[in-house]
């Protein structure tokens, strides 16, 4: 338990000085943990005052974590269309801005940034809040702030398959007091963690259980300690893998608004069709090249096979026109994000890879890639 048993924890309080490691490392005064990445969206949503009716503009490409947060709070999501930076296009955020529009959400997917500057602008202008989903953007930079400190509040998982694990748990990041003390109450029932002890605490706004535990915080200090590690690590093989590919004729890469922020998780690539596309990613599985992820198809992170959210299978009723609103945003055509997400692959970038490994590895891509492009290009 995080909080009470002064007495018998002997000084020892791992999520508080696990927070205050997340807090330096992002350059905020504030971190939240809570239990996951998903509860940190939530969380930070409740706690930006985001309810009923309210929209949230978010992309059309990400993981179901950052839609099932906004309709967790009452809010609809609207959503908006990725580019070539396989995130937010700020003229698809631009011209879906409504007076209901409350947040603008950013997803830094797969371990690179969203266009930021172009993203707060806009945010300023319309007087909107920005949260960034930086869940799977650990040690992401733009423009020498790291990923999750840009906007009003950022949120990270530490979830299992993120760069650094806690087992299961999130965060919540932010420069408020205010928003701070909403996200500090609201994580464990609204208790101020004032009293003597639980039972002497008031409870200023009702809240409810996102609390993590010693054990997974724990576990995250140990991570943490080790993140510039990983990054580095990651950083090499993605580069080794990226300088073998540039010289693949009829590949082109995503647009990085920040190139040396990005955090090399993922190398993201477009072919010239969807066709090619799906051709390269089961020519890259045949060669036992696993790793290849052509999100188009994915049931996880494109809005085109999230079936559950376009049919309005919602695990608890809503208001007839809460979902109706709902329905109709998930249910548009998305066609700029689709000829992005159609042509795309990304190539996961492992931290077990030696130097070797990464070039032996980047050669084997290379030469699938090329067999692919011309191939498809004798056909034409
Ligand atoms: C992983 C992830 C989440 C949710 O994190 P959990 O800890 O698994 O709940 C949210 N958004 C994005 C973009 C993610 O990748």
New binding site residues.
């Given amino acids: 338990m995080r909080y009470g048993f002064d007495a018998q924890r002997k000084g020892i309080w791992k999520a508080r000085e696990l927070e205050q490691a997340l807090a330096q490392r992002i350059q905020v005064p504030h971190a939240q943990l809570v239990s996951?990445?998903?509860?940190a969206?939530s969380l930070a949503l409740s706690a930006m005052g985001v309810g009923a009716g309210d929209e949230v503009i978010l992309p059309t490409f990400?993981?179901v974590?950052?839609m099932e947060a906004v309709i967790s709070v009452g809010a609809v999501p609207v959503f908006a269309d990725v580019d070539r930076s396989l995130t937010l296009d700020p003229d698809s955020v631009a011209s879906a801005i409504t007076e209901r529009t409350r947040v603008i959400m950013p997803?830094h997917?797969c371990g690179s940034m969203a266009r930021m500057t172009e993203l707060m602008d806009l945010a300023d202008r319309h007087g909107l809040m920005v949260l960034e989903?930086a869940?799977?953007a650990l040690g992401g930079q733009y423009r020498g702030k790291p990923l999750g400190s840009l906007g009003h509040a950022g949120c990270f998982?530490?979830?299992y398959?993120?760069l650094i694990t806690c087992g299961?748990?999130?965060a919540v990041v932010t420069s408020s007091p205010k928003l701070f003390e909403r996200l500090e109450q609201g994580s464990d029932h609204g208790h101020d963690h004032l009293g003597v002890d639980r039972g002497a605490d008031d409870h200023p706004i009702l809240g409810y259980n996102f609390r993590i535990s010693e054990l997974n915080a724990a576990v995250g200090l140990a991570q943490l300690r080790r993140l510039d590690e990983f990054l580095e690590v990651q950083k090499r093989n993605h580069r080794l893998i990226r300088e073998i590919l540039d010289s693949v004729p009829g590949l082109s890469f995503r647009e990085i608004p920040d190139p040396k922020g990005d955090s090399g998780s993922f190398l993201s690539f477009f072919l010239p069709s969807e066709q090619m596309a799906r051709e390269a990613v089961s020519a890259l599985a045949g060669a036992g090249l696993g790793g290849h992820f052509h999100w188009y198809d994915n049931r996880w992170h494109y809005i085109r096979r999230w079936q559950h959210l376009q049919n309005g299978n919602f695990m608890y009723p809503l208001s007839a026109e809460l979902r109706k609103s709902i329905m109709q945003q998930s249910n548009r055509a998305f066609a700029a994000s689709d000829s992005v997400m159609s042509t795309c692959l990304s190539s996961a970038i492992s931290l077990v890879w030696t130097e070797e490994e990464a070039k032996a590895r980047g050669e084997a891509i290379a030469q699938v890639l090329q067999t692919v492009l011309k191939g498809s290009m004798k056909r034409v």
């Fill in positions: 996951s990445g998903t509860a969206l990400t993981f974590a950052s997803v997917m989903d869940c799977q998982s530490f979830d398959v993120k299961e748990g999130g």
